[in-house]
């Protein structure tokens, strides 16, 4: 984004009058900005936070973390790369997701107000913008038998020996994070072109203008990003209108996909049914052949009962008969009438008749 260039200049509230006052509408292009001279000065950032202390004026926190440093980083690239809001957003928008996303993503307990992480991305901005032109700059020189360390350690040399104040390079797990990523390739080509028209309206003024960040490259070197050895091909994420077009194309797709899961669903809910419904009737057959299996052994005991009743039955009369007949074949008839006697002797002739007869 715009607003996030970082541009050393004399005048120091200049990148504050970039990002502050846009009140809540879009932040300025290169165009509508007044870009005032870069000669020899870089903007001092700090990183204050307001206090109702009897003094009056703003306290000073907490110097940040260098994990908090990450965060902040990892932030910016987060709000900057989505393909629908990413460029088109307010300042106030903008920074405010930056800071929902610090706000969720730090684990230290300190808190940061929304211009305090702003304040502390300019100063992170401007240094590792410089620091990345250093590092190209050894990376032009194409020196065989150098490491990739060695390349590190000659462009955090040079940014100590061009740093008005040689001040060493301290952010080195910011340009870790930021080095490989598009947006951040495209933010230094912003920072180079707001560069490149406040050098040109100084020259208009006093000629030749010398700016702190080509120093140690040649006239004709171009300050733009260059490929680092370390980093592989990436594929470029998709810009707002491709990000829309693949919305609205993706529209009758995601309607049908979204039937076809439907109907997957119900299928799958079908033959949960059906797979349900035999179950039970399976449960139900065999409980019937359970029970029929139970009706046909009680009549089978039933039958076994009434044959042993039947047949105790008939050898109870038998033995009853039998004695009877043995009753009659012994009969004492000296105590007999005439009529007895004689009703004794035809039945004893039947038994006998019976008898041999069997």
Not at 39 to 44: A, F, L, N, T, V
């Amino acid at each position: 984004m715009i607003a996030d260039c970082v541009v050393m200049a004399e005048d120091g509230d200049f990148l504050e009058n970039i990002l502050l006052n846009s009140a809540e509408g879009f932040v300025a292009g290169i165009d509508d900005i007044t870009i005032p001279s870069t000669q020899g000065s870089e903007i001092q950032v700090d990183e204050v936070q307001a206090s109702r202390s009897t003094k009056g004026g703003p306290r000073r926190t907490k110097n940040f973390h260098y994990k908090e440093d990450e965060v902040i980083c990892k932030g910016w690239l987060s709000v900057s790369k989505d393909p629908i809001n990413g460029a088109n957003q307010s300042r106030t928008t903008f920074w405010g997701k930056v800071h929902a996303y610090y706000e969720e993503n730090n684990d230290s307990a300190l808190p940061r107000t929304e211009s305090s992480i702003m304040h502390r991305w300019l100063t992170i901005q401007m240094q590792v913008n410089k620091f990345c032109s250093h590092y190209e700059a050894i990376l032009r020189r194409n020196q065989s038998g150098t490491t990739i360390q060695d390349k590190l350690n000659e462009a955090k040399k040079m940014y100590v020996d061009l740093d008005k104040d040689h001040k060493t390079f301290t952010l080195e797990h910011c340009w870790a994070i930021l080095k490989g990523e598009d947006k951040w390739r495209a933010n230094m080509i912003e920072l180079a072109e707001i560069e490149k028209l406040a050098a040109s309206k100084k020259n208009k003024k006093a000629g030749k203008v010398s700016r702190p960040r080509d120093e140690g490259v040649t006239n004709n070197d171009q300050v733009i990003p260059v490929d680092d050895e370390e980093t592989q091909p990436r594929k470029r994420s998709d810009g707002i209108k491709k990000a829309k077009e693949k919305m609205r194309q993706g529209g009758g797709q995601a309607c049908i996909e979204a039937f076809n899961m439907m109907w997957a669903k119900k299928e799958a809910a079908d033959k949960e049914k059906e797979k349900t419904k035999e179950e039970r009737f399976m449960q139900t057959l065999e409980i019937e052949k359970a029970t029929l299996h139970l009706e046909q052994k009680r009549v089978e005991n039933e039958a076994e009962l009434q044959k042993k009743r039947v047949e105790n039955e008939t050898k109870l009369a038998d033995a009853t008969l039998i004695k009877e007949e043995k009753d009659i074949m012994l009969a004492d008839m000296t105590s007999l009438n005439p009529t007895q006697r004689s009703w004794i002797e035809i039945m004893q002739k039947k038994i006998l008749a019976k008898h041999q007869e069997s």
